[in-house]
């Protein structure tokens, strides 16, 4: 039974092509994420970037300036069926969110249609929360 935790990407990046992972690390919520999720029991972990779609965290990439929240709902939609068909192709039994609402209001119902359970651990909690959240964990 494969599970893959899922974390979206950030409006604070570096300023130079480099891996997934070490793109978003300019921001404190990603770098907590990443640690955290590191040390839970998943297959792998990918990260869900408003350019790229589904992007595994070595795959190199170059800066961009795109987010979902100046995507209207139909590009969002768009957006969300062509992750949808990434996810898809990894045969997981399990998806955990650690991403805003916009990353996965249409991907979430969609995978579940398939039968394929999804959670999203730090829900209802804000930035400042999702931050104590992790600290706490880490120590």
Known sequence: MSKYALI???KLKK???CTAKE???ESQ???K???YISKQNYDDWFILSAKYGLLHKDTLIEPYDITLNNMNALQRKEWSNEVFEQLIKLEA???DFYAGKKYREYLI???ENRGIPCYIPLEGKGIGEQLKFYKDQLV
């Open 33 to 35: 994420a990443v640690q």
């Open 109 to 111: 119902p969609l995978l």
């Open 8 to 10: 979206s990407c950030t």
């Open 15 to 17: 300023e130079y092509p």
């Open 93 to 95: 039994h399990k998806f």
């Open 23 to 25: 793109m978003y690390l």
């Open 29 to 31: 919520l990603f770098k």
